[in-house]
Nanobody, 123 residues
Framework: QVQLVESGGGLVQAGGSLRLSCAAS????????MGWFRQAPGKEREFVAV????????YYADSVKGRFTISRDNAKNTVYLQMNSLKPEDTAVYYC????????????????WGQGTQVTVSS
C-alpha cells in the first residue's frame, strides 16, 4: 500500500504561486503513476495533472496548462505541483493520487489518495 500526505496549501493572492508536495510511503513509489486532482466547493473532483510511472510522460488539464508543473523525485518519494499565476477559480482542495503502473485522467481509476490540502486564491 501507499500512503500519501499532501502539504503546501494555503491562501494566496491571484497571480501568486504555490508549491504543493505529496509525500508517499513505501519503496515502490517509482512504479506508481502520480496524479493531482482538485475539487472546488459544489463541484466534482477534476483532473489537474499526471506524471506517468514509466517514461515520465506528463499531461495537464487545459485549465492549468502553462501555469502548473507536475514533477516527481523518486529518491524522495515525493510528487510536486508547482502552481503559478494562480486564479480564483483554482480555489479547491487539491489531492494527490497514486495508480500502480497505471495511466489515467480519471479519479475513479486511482488506487490511493491523500487527504487533500486546501488552496484558496483571493482576487
Amino acid at each position: 500500500q501507499v500512503q500519501l500526505v499532501e502539504s503546501g496549501g494555503g491562501l494566496v493572492q491571484a497571480g501568486g504561486s504555490l508549491r504543493l508536495s505529496c509525500a508517499a510511503s513505501g519503496r515502490t513509489f517509482s512504479s506508481y503513476t502520480m496524479g493531482w486532482f482538485r475539487q472546488a466547493p459544489g463541484k466534482e473532483r477534476e483532473f489537474v495533472a499526471v506524471i506517468i510511472w514509466i517514461g515520465n510522460s506528463i499531461y495537464y488539464a487545459d485549465s492549468v496548462k502553462g501555469r502548473f508543473t507536475i514533477s516527481r523525485d523518486n529518491a524522495k518519494n515525493t510528487v510536486y505541483l508547482q502552481m503559478n499565476s494562480l486564479k480564483p477559480e483554482d480555489t479547491a482542495v487539491y489531492y494527490c493520487a497514486a495508480n500502480y503502473k497505471g495511466s489515467s485522467y480519471y479519479p475513479h481509476e486511482y488506487n490511493y489518495w491523500g487527504q487533500g490540502t486546501q488552496v484558496t486564491v483571493s482576487s
